[in-house]
């Protein structure tokens, strides 16, 4: 029976550490995997100039201006124009095309 209490998954932890160190040197955070359509349009707001992240507990995380987020995916299938126009894409052929 699901208890509707909220648990924080590794990437809020994450962000809410990194966010706490007191120094200012670059911090990245690298997701490796597939989109998946619900998570993906989640991260719309970090990925704007808002760059906050809000939890479904109404929390709120910022990702600071030192912070930056690199997703590394096979492909796009599954995120919506405003996920792509949030997101700086570079391209890597696996073919010798160059």
Known sequence: ???REWKDGLLSKTMRSLGEI????PKWLVMDGD?????????NSVMDDNKILTL???????????MR???EIRDLKF???ATV???GILYISDTAGY
Not at 35 to 43: C, L, Q, R, V
Not at 56 to 66: K, M, Q, T, Y
């Open 85 to 87: 126009s949030r997101a």
């Open 56 to 66: 479904a507990s109404n929390e709120r995380i910022p990702l600071l201006g030192h």
């Open 22 to 25: 007191a120094d200012t040197n």
């Open 35 to 43: 989109i998946d359509a619900t998570w993906i349009e989640s991260m």
């Open 79 to 81: 995120a919506s124009p």
């Open 1 to 3: 029976m699901p208890s």
């Open 69 to 71: 987020m690199l997703f």
